[in-house]
């Protein structure tokens, strides 16, 4: 099994920023790609962010310009960096990890979620 253990969430005004962190551990052969998804009060969960292993990287066209996300590949950890909040990225947070538990079994793995309130 590998866990993932998300930090960094609290309550920011409009306008701030925060840095979330996501930490992987357990029986991870290789970790290939990472995430971060939100889900909003009443709301489907969406992506926000995603990066592969090698450093290639995706966002929702709401986040772009104001988030980044990065990684290190040493420390199994996949990071945040969230500019420029408005108060409709207020969410709960996942962290997502596509990860080979052995050469030839892939499984995806999720986070219990960080809360991110953005007061106006």
């Known amino acids: 099994q590998v866990q993932l253990v998300e930090s960094g969430g609290g309550l920011v005004q409009a306008g701030g920023s925060l840095r979330l962190s996501c930490a992987a551990s357990?029986?991870?052969?290789?970790?290939?790609?990472m995430g971060w998804y939100r889900q909003a009060p009443g709301k489907q969960r969406e992506l926000v962010a995603a990066i592969t292993s090698g450093g290639s990287t995706n966002y929702a066209d709401s986040v772009k310009g104001r988030f980044t996300i990065s990684r290190d590949n040493a420390k199994n950890t996949v990071f945040l960096q969230m500019s420029s909040l408005k108060p409709e990225d207020t969410a709960v947070y996942f962290c997502?990890?596509?990860?080979?538990?052995?050469?030839?079994?892939?499984?995806?793995?999720w986070g219990k979620g960080t809360l991110v309130t953005v007061s106006s």
């Open positions: 997502n990890c596509n990860a080979n538990i052995d050469s030839w079994r892939i499984r995806d793995y």
């Open positions: 357990g029986s991870i052969f290789r970790l290939n790609a």
